[in-house]
C-alpha cells in the first residue's frame, strides 16, 4: 500500500495551495500486491532487469537533450558573435557603433522573448529547476514539476535565454531535463501524449518514480558537467528522503550512460570521430598545468592553502551577500510581479535583457583597456603568449574596440559564451587588469543576482563560477604585484576562487566538490577544493541559507531538513501530533465514505473500530478523555464548524454519518466543575477492546463523544484507494457477506496512477449510500507507529529515513491518539510547539 499525506494543517501556513506529498508508504504484507507475491525468481530478475534497462535509456535520453540543448546554444550564439562582431568592426572605423548596439539588443530580446513565452505555457520551467527537484525527492510534490510539456519548454527556453545574453548557465535546467526524463520515460504514458499508450503496469507508485527521478536528476549533473560521480552523490546530498545501496548503483550507472552519450556524440560532431570521447560534459574547465618555461611555478603549495582558507571567507560572504539581495528581488517579484497579469513578466525578462545588453556593450566599449599581443611573454606579465595557451581559448580573444595588434580585455570576457570565459580566466596567464577584473565581477555579481528569478529558464552554477573566477583571478593578481609571490599559479586562484563563490551561494559540500575535481581531471585539487567550500559553506550559514533553500522557503514548501536540533528533544511525539483524527471502518458504508472524502483534504485515514458496549466507562458528559490525550473542546467545536461548512457545500450526494456536529453547543461555555472530572479521566488507564464483527457497520446516530472515542488501530488507507473503490463500485450491501465483494488487484488500483479521479467528479447516483465498502484488503495493517512518549528526534528520523508520509501515534493499549506529518515536522512548527513548551514550565 502507498499511502499519502494530510494537508488540512499546511493549507493554513502556505502561500499555496496546490503542494502534495509523494506517497512513499509500502505495506509489506499488501494481499493485493499480486506483481511482488506472484514473482518466483526468475520474474522477480527479469523485473529486476527491466530497471536497469530503463535506468539506462534515462540516462541516455538526458545525454540526448543535453547534446540538443548544447547544438543550439553554440549555433545562436556563434551567429549572433559573428554578425555583431563584423558590425562593431566596421562601426568602429565608420562611427556607427548604436546601429552595432541595435543589433546586438534585436538578438537578445528576441531570444528572451521566444524564452518568457515558453515559461508562460509552463510557468514551472521558470528558473533553474533545481528548488523543485530537491523539493519532489524530499517528498512534495509540486504540480506540473515532471511533465513532458515541462522538459520541452525548458529545454528549449533555456537555450533561447543562453542565447540571448543573460547571465545564466543551461548546466542547472540539465538536472531538471533529467528529472523529467526520469520520472516520465518508465512510465510509457504522458498527459500531453494521451493517444499514445503502453499497456506497461510495473513502477507504478511514488516509491519508484522518485527513484527513477534520482537517477534522472544524477544524470543531468553528469551530463552537465562530466561528472557521474558528483551527479550521484548530489541526488543523495540534495533531496532524496530514502537512499539504499541498491538505488545508488542504478544512478551511477544512469549518470555513466548520460555522461558518455553526451561525449559519444559530442566529439563526434565537433571532432569527426566517433568514439574518441575527448569532451565529457557541457562544461570542461580544461587541463590545469604550468607552462614548461616557468620553473618557479606550481599549482598549489602548502602556504597557498592559508590564503584559500581566506578565499572561503570572503567566498561566503559574497554569496551570502548575494542570497540576501536575490531574496529581497524574489519577495519584491512575489507581491508587485506575479499578481499582474502574465505579460508584466515578460516585460520583466526583456527590461533584464535590455540593461544587460547595454551594460555589457557599455563596458566593453569604454572600460575595457587594449592590451598588446605578441609572440613572446614579458616581465611584467602585462601580454599574452599565444604558444602558451590552447587554440580555443586563444581563438576567444576579441578585438573590439581596439586597433590591430591588441586585445579588448573586458570585451573578451563580455562577447564570448560563459564557458569560453571561464577558459579565459583558468588557463591565460597575464590577459586581464586588476582594474578589469574588479570591474568584471561587480557587474557580473549584480546583474546575475537580478537575472536569477525572472520568468525565463535560468542556471546558477555557469554565472556562479564565472563570477567567482574572476575573483579568483583577481586575488592571484594582487598577489603577484604586490606580495611578490612569484610560485603562483592564477588558474589554481580563479579555480578555487569559483568554488568559494559557488560554495557560498548554494552550500553543497561533498557534490560539489567532487564535481568540481571531475571537472578539472585533477585530484590534486581535491584538498583545496574541499577546505574552500567548508569554509565557504560555514560562513554563509552564519547569515542565511543558500538560494535553493531560500526559494524554496518563499514558496511556503514544508520541506524536510536532514536533522533536527539539540533542543528538539525537549518535545515528545504527543506534543507535535494532530489529535483531532478523521477515521473509517473496516466496513463503513458509502454514504459516509463519500462525506468524509468530500469534507476533508485528508491523503490518508486511519482504520479504526471502537467498543460500544463499554461506551459508558469511556464517556463522561461532553468530554472524551484517551489515554496520553486531551481534548478540550473549543477546539471540538472549532473543527465541527469548519466541518460543517464543507458539508454545506455539497450538491450532488445525500448528507451522511459526519453529521453537524454540536449544534446546540457552538455557543455554549466550558462548566467550570468539568475540570476536576477532566483530571480524572486523565489518570484514569484503558484496556483494549474487540475489534468489530466483519459485516458490522458504523452507526449513523453519532454524537460528539462518539466522533471521539477511543479507537483501536488497524491500519491506514490513501485516499486514492477510496475514490477508486467508489468509482469501481467496489462494496455489498447488508444482506450479504463481505466475501461477496469484488476484489480488484494491483494494476487495477494504480491505473489511474498519477492521477486519480477526484471525489468530487465522480458520478456515484448509480450507487446506493446503504450499500457496505470492505476496505480491509487496500489498506496498509503495518505502518510504522511510535509512542506518544517518543522523543522528536526519533521521530523525525524514522520519518525521514524510512521515507514516511505518515506516522500515526499509539498509545500502550493499541489506541490511536494522533498522527504526524510533515507539517508536524517543519522547522517552522517544532519551533512554535518548542516556544508553547517552555511557556508551560
Known sequence: TILGETHEEEDEILPRKDYESLDYDRCINDPYLEILESMDNKKAQKYEAVKWMLVFAIGVCTGLVGLFVDFFVRLFTQLKFRVVQSSVEECTEKGCLALSLLELLGFNLTFVFLASLLVLIQPV???????????????VKVP????????????MGVLFSVAG????GKEGPMIHSGAVVGAGLPQFQSISLRKIQFNFPYFRSDR???????AGAAAGVAAAFGAPIGGTLFSLEEGSSFWNQGLTWKVLFCSMAATFTLNFFRSGIQFGSWGSFQLPGLLNFGEFKCSESDKKC???????LGFFILMGIVGGLLGATFNCLNKRLAKYRMRNVHPKPKLVRVLESLLVSLTTTVVVFLASMVLGECRQMSSSRHSGNDTLSLQDISEDVNSSIKTFFCPNETYNDMATLFFNPQESAILQLFHQDGTFSPVTLSLFFLLYFL????????SVPSGLFVPSLLCGAAFGRLVANLLKSYIGLDHIYSGTFALIGAAAFLGGVVRMTISLTVILIESTNEITYGLPIMITLMVAKWTGDFFNKGIYDIHVNLRGVPLLEWETGVEMDKLRAS???????TYVYPHTRIQSLVSILRTTVHHAFPVVTENRGNEREFMKGNQLISNNIKFKKSSILTRAGEQRKRSQSMKSYPSSELRNMCDEHIATEEPPEKEDLLQQMLERRYTPYPNLYPDQSPSEEWTMEERFRPLTFHGLILRSQLVTLLDRGVCYSESQSSASQPRLSHAEMSEDYPRYPDIHDLDLTLLNPRMIVDVTPYMNPSPFTVSPNTHVSQ????FRTMGLRHLPVVNAVGEVVGIITRHNLTHEFLQARLRQHYQTI
Open 165 to 168: 545574453g543573460l547571465f545564466v
Open 298 to 304: 606550481h599549482l598549489w603549495t602548502a602556504v597557498d
Open 795 to 798: 521521530v523525525f528520523n524514522l
Open 125 to 139: 520551467a521558470a528558473g533553474s529547476g533545481i528548488p523543485e527537484i530537491k523539493c519532489y525527492l524530499n517528498g
Open 208 to 214: 519508484d518514480k522518485r527513484d527513477f527521478v534520482s
Open 144 to 155: 506540473g514539476v515532471v511533465r513532458l510539456r515541462t522538459v520541452v519548454c525548458k529545454a
Open 575 to 581: 506534543d507535535i501530533m494532530e489529535p483531532n483524527l
Open 447 to 454: 546583474l546575475s543576482c537580478w537575472t536569477y528569478g525572472i
